[in-house]
């Protein structure tokens, strides 16, 4: 038996399969983020406290969504990855849908907590996947466009549950979502096929393996990866801007109808708005800036987000200090935009971080850091400081919180720019 050139899908299904992947994603974080802008309507009908919502938010959803993402993505590096998705997508919107009948904080909290685990099984097969559908030199642009989802979902989710819940109650805008991607897996499962692992890392024209490798022992990859720096601080530089990413955003419609006085129409109209534009700019420029300088300077994968961060965070407090509704717009594109710069240039080192039969479980791994502290610790940590300061500030004290959770932006780039001196050593094409 002879070996054949490599395959690789073509570009049209290639895009079509990342438009999936998007929508998928979407769901995932509208199912994530709906939480945030229904915050007000829950607390008062359920007699909740900020901390509490935050729990719900941040520790009940990352909780297993963290830990059962590494055991997924293990098995993911030796199944179908797209059967993996499928059901994960079906899990948590089913969970999505539970949200909607709970009658107090435990029942919500136990239905955060599954949305967690269908979620968890998500975001770590996509990035392999994306890896196996683009060459090296476009990976930056594909992972940032399929970040898209972020934006999308924040603002898809802010928009419609804001809008049903002004409009009927917060009960049925979870209804309503969760039954849509309930209905999405189906679809995604036939669309979407799984390509050959490793297959565009090869040059043009170079032959295919007769046999596929076999997926590594999961300590196999622990050696590989956890002995390199950059690993551990491009985690923890992520996790870091994620404390702010996550915990602001989900408590930014508070803030805004607790300092801005807008109604819930107002702030779901305002606010995702705002996460669309300023989202999908972001990402976009992130992904750009790291194809374009990272083919030259591997560093830039780890320089381009932390310059994103230093910028974001004195447009941050300037948006939140000026009395016009559209100029406080227009300086919260900024930092919304750039706060998320980051997920193209350093998802895709990630993936560089292994060979491509350990991607899936690398990128578990990096998720398992990326959202133990940014969404169990961000959600929470904003929620906990807002009630410890009501005392002193009454309604202002979230603009306090949103203050101090700010510094985690400095934090983040110093990480980074460590990382970007380690990157070149510890890259493999």
């Keep these: 038996m002879s070996q054949s050139p490599i395959k690789p899908a073509r ?8 438009a999936m992947l998007i929508l998928a994603y979407t769901f995932n974080f509208l199912d994530r983020q709906i939480l945030g802008i229904l915050a007000g309507s829950i607390k008062a009908d359920l007699h909740l406290t900020d901390t509490q919502i935050g729990l719900m938010g941040g520790v009940a959803f990352a909780a297993l969504y963290t830990t059962l993402g590494v055991p997924l993505a293990w098995l993911a590096d030796r199944v179908s990855r797209t059967w993996i998705m499928t059901v994960a997508l079906t899990v948590w919107s089913g969970f999505t849908v539970a949200c909607g009948f709970a009658g107090g904080f435990w029942s919500l909290f136990l239905s955060r907590m599954g949305v967690g685990v269908g979620e968890a099984g998500g975001v770590a097969p996509a990035y392999s996947l994306i890896a196996d559908y683009f060459p ?4 930056a642009r594909a992972l940032a466009v399929y970040s898209f989802g972020i934006p999308l979902g924040t603002a898809l989710g802010v928009l419609f549950g804001g809008l049903i819940a002004a409009y009927v109650d917060w009960r049925f805008a979870f209804i309503i979502v969760g039954l849509a ?4 897996a189906p679809v995604f499962k036939w669309v979407v096929k799984d390509p050959e692992r490793g297959g565009m890392d090869r040059e043009p024209g170079e032959v295919a393996p007769l046999v596929a490798p076999k997926a590594p022992a999961f300590g196999t990859v622990l050696s590989t990866i956890l002995p390199k720096p950059s690993f551990w601080l491009l985690s923890f530089g992520a996790a870091c801007s994620s404390i702010c990413g996550y915990g602001v955003a989900f408590w930014l419609p508070t803030f805004f109808q607790r300092s801005f006085g807008l109604s819930l129409t107002e702030r779901a109209l305002y606010y995702s708005a705002l996460s669309l534009i300023g989202g999908v700019a972001g990402i976009w420029l ?3 800036l790291a194809d374009r300088f990272g083919a030259k300077n591997k560093a830039a994968y780890a320089l381009a987000p932390a310059i994103c961060f230093l910028i974001a965070l004195p447009c941050f407090l300037l948006a939140m200090n000026v009395n016009s509704m559209v100029l406080a717009f227009l300086l919260f594109l900024i930092p919304t935009g750039l706060n998320l710069a980051w997920l193209g240039p350093v998802v895709a080192a990630v993936q560089h971080l292994a060979p491509a039969s350990m991607r899936t479980t690398t990128s578990a791994l990096f998720l398992l850091i990326n959202n133990l502290l940014g969404l169990a610790v961000g959600l929470w940590f904003f929620g906990y400081v807002s009630d410890l300061l009501a005392p002193r500030y009454g309604a202002e004290s979230m603009r306090h919180a949103i203050y101090i959770g700010l510094g985690f932006y400095v934090v983040s780039a110093g990480l980074l720019i460590l990382a970007s001196r380690r990157l070149q050593r510890d890259w493999v094409d």
Excluded at 11 to 18: K, M, N, Q, S, T
Excluded at 181 to 184: H, N
């Design 136 to 139: 090296k030199d476009q990976r």
């Design 286 to 288: 992130g992904g750009v």
């Design 11 to 18: 570009a049209g299904y290639r895009y079509v399969v990342l």
């Design 181 to 184: 991607g309930v209905l999405l």
